[in-house]
């Protein structure tokens, strides 16, 4: 019974502890620093632009990378090209249909193949669900995370105490994958679009 | 009086034809020559300090473009089309 006890005891310490390790980073970004840019090379024309309006959460532990889950979420209406004209037709019913799809998600279904880069640097190879235009598919992205102890006071000019978390990462999609309008204007729209994700998340000590 | 009018009006159109079109010229040169579509907002790539991640902030201005400097010479070369359709004849004829 004794040794029962004992046995309950050290793994309820060990998912305790395991538990203590895990931390939340919001990637909520106040400072508009955390960005996803996107670049379309067509023929004709070639179009860059960006998105700001992210939300959402990732849970990991910084030491063991594997243990990621969350949920990334960028406002489609956050989507920025120079041309006025052009962002009405990206945003458009006919394109991303903005009003009835807000939010342009990933969601992490397993993180693995974690190669060390530097100290608190590690390349990851990513597995999750993105999600455009009302449609979700399962993407295979490599990235960077760069795992920053103790830096949110320096990016919130002391405010709040914590820990900072960089994700890098490029990939590309096919637009036609995600039905905005599938071999059309491909002279002028190319249906390859590369994306390059530079986010910061920040999980709060109290 | 009428075919006086009429005689002066060629070479105002005229003259207003090859200002617009080098007012837009310089226009499209001074603001830097873009050879894009014109553009309300220009991307300014900025680096954060703490994380290094580079950013792009949007200024609000007016970049004129291909669109822009096409359109004015457009304008322009209509403007002078207009002084062919006027008869420089019938005004001659009624003084």
């Known amino acids: 019974m004794k040794r029962c006890a004992s046995a309950v005891a050290i793994a309820v310490a060990i998912l305790i502890d395991g538990q203590a390790d895990t931390l939340s980073f919001d990637f909520e970004d106040p400072r508009g620093v955390s960005n996803v840019a996107f670049s379309l090379d067509a023929p004709l024309e070639s179009i860059q632009g960006t998105a700001k309006g992210l939300s959402g959460s990732v849970n990991v532990d910084p030491t063991d990378l594997t243990t990621a ?15 006025p004209l052009m962002r009405m037709h990206l945003l458009s019913k006919d394109w991303l249909n903005a009003r009835s799809n807000p939010q342009i998600t990933f969601e992490i279904r397993r993180v693995a193949g974690v190669r060390k880069k530097g100290a608190n640097t590690s390349e990851v190879v990513v597995t999750g669900a993105f999600s455009l235009n009302g449609i979700t598919k399962e ?14 006071a320096e990016s919130s000019n002391g405010k709040f105490q914590g820990d900072l978390l960089v994700v890098r990462s490029d990939f590309k999609i096919r637009r036609s994958d995600f039905r905005v309008r599938p071999g059309e204007f491909l002279d002028k729209v190319s249906d390859e ?14 | 009086m009428k075919s006086a009018g009429s005689n002066k009006v060629v070479p105002l159109l005229r003259a207003l034809a090859v200002l617009s079109a080098v007012a837009v010229i310089a226009c499209w040169l001074s603001l830097g ?3 894009g579509w014109s553009q309300t907002r220009v991307p300014a790539y900025k680096t954060d300090p703490i ?4 950013f792009t902030d949007y200024e609000n201005r007016f970049l004129p473009g291909l669109d822009f ?13 207009l002084t062919l359709l006027i008869p420089r004849s019938r005004g001659e004829k009624l003084q």
């Open chain 1, 69 to 83: 889950t969350g949920r990334i979420a960028v406002a489609t209406k956050s989507l920025v090209v120079p041309n």
């Open chain 1, 193 to 206: 679009i590369a994306l390059s994700v530079n986010i910061i998340g920040a999980a709060q000590k109290l």
């Open chain 1, 139 to 152: 993407i295979i992205a490599k990235a960077d995370i760069i795992y920053m102890p103790g830096r949110l």
């Open chain 2, 33 to 35: 020559a873009h050879m």
């Open chain 2, 51 to 54: 994380t290094e991640t580079t």
């Open chain 2, 69 to 81: 400097l096409g359109a004015g010479l457009l304008g322009a070369a209509a403007i002078f089309a």
